[in-house]
């Protein structure tokens, strides 16, 4: 895992996703980028209908909602494959 991308489009899940998601992997010592996406041609190309998102590595992990702190922790775990926990 070397990029994660959290879309949205600053409402409180997106924020919320954004802080679950830099949480867990700094307890990880990730060492990859963590990228915040606003702009909705951008999170459309994802093809994206809901947000907040995550995006691992080019591959959308999870749409719409606040995924917990296990489910992050989960892909940080399988971290050469990247989950799809919708």
Same mark, same amino acid.
């Given at each position: ?18 802080? !679950? ?7 990880? @010592?990730?060492?990859?980028?963590? $990228?915040? /996406? #606003?702009?909705?041609? *951008? ?11 995550? !995006? ?7 749409? @719409?909602?606040?995924?917990?702190? $296990?489910? /992050? #922790?989960?892909?940080? *775990? ?9």
């Amino acid at each position: 895992m070397k990029e994660i991308k959290v879309l949205g489009m600053g409402c409180p899940k997106y924020k919320a996703t954004f802080e !679950v998601v830099e949480e867990v992997a700094k307890a990880h @010592g990730f060492s990859g980028t963590i $990228e915040k /996406v #606003e702009d909705i041609t *951008a999170i459309i190309s994802y093809g994206v209908m809901s947000t907040p998102a995550v !995006v691992i590595d080019g591959k959308v992990a999870f749409v @719409g909602g606040v995924p917990s702190k $296990e489910q /992050v #922790e989960n892909w940080f *775990a399988s971290s050469g494959s990247t989950c799809c926990c919708k």
